[in-house]
């Protein structure tokens, strides 16, 4: 038998940092041109790429194959006043309805660009599906109230970009940003200028 050696593939690159996986849903029923929406104060996500397997013995050996794709989605996040994600998820709950699910990886090191006409604009991969919400769970204990749901995922999750200028990147990360005195008045996150 011939010496073969095909050489390894290493990557050395800091790894992805869990605060820079942001998940945006929408409702099916948000009209054309509907933003998405950020739910609140997100803590956990977690993304699972499931599905089962055929998996049978047979005279002439094992057959394993693949079967199903079952993708889901976990987030979990803290209750604020003006959240319209808890009520998208309750709503599609309660009335039997999908939501839509983007896990979007904003770090630089995964953003693009995309043209349209001569413009040029920043995008992030994503992926997206179509979720069934399993069930919704409010947590009401001593501390902050705690939304926990799962969104499984119709089909499978789908490879794509999601937009984010740098005046919507600098809105979403300006939860805790350094200021000077007197720069501003009120509470975080507050018209304060």
Do not use: C
Not at 25 to 49: L, M, R
Not at 111 to 123: M, P, R, S
């Amino acid at each position: 038998m011939a010496y073969v050696d095909n050489g390894v593939e290493m990557v050395t690159a800091n790894p992805t940092l869990a605060k820079n996986i942001w998940y945006f849903i929408q409702s099916v029923d948000a009209p054309v041109g509907s933003k998405a929406v950020f739910p609140s104060w997100q803590t956990e996500g977690d993304t699972t790429y499931g599905g089962d397997s055929i998996d049978e013995q047979t005279k002439m050996g094992r057959i394993v194959m693949p079967s199903t794709n079952e993708d889901s989605i976990e987030l979990t996040t803290y209750v604020a006043p003006g959240d319209k994600a808890i009520d998208i998820i309750k709503k599609a709950k309660h009335d039997g309805k999908l939501v839509k699910v983007w896990r979007v990886v904003v770090d630089e090191r995964y953003a693009t660009e995309e043209k349209d006409g001569e413009d040029t604009h920043q995008v992030f991969t994503a992926e997206f599906g179509y979720g069934s919400v399993d069930e919704l769970e409010l947590s009401d204990g001593d501390d902050l109230v705690e939304a926990d749901y799962t969104l499984n995922i119709q089909g499978k999750l789908v490879d794509g970009t999601f937009p984010l200028d740098a005046q919507q990147l600098a809105a979403l990360e300006a939860v805790a940003k350094y200021e000077r005195p007197g720069e501003t008045t009120g509470e975080p996150g507050a018209s304060s200028n």
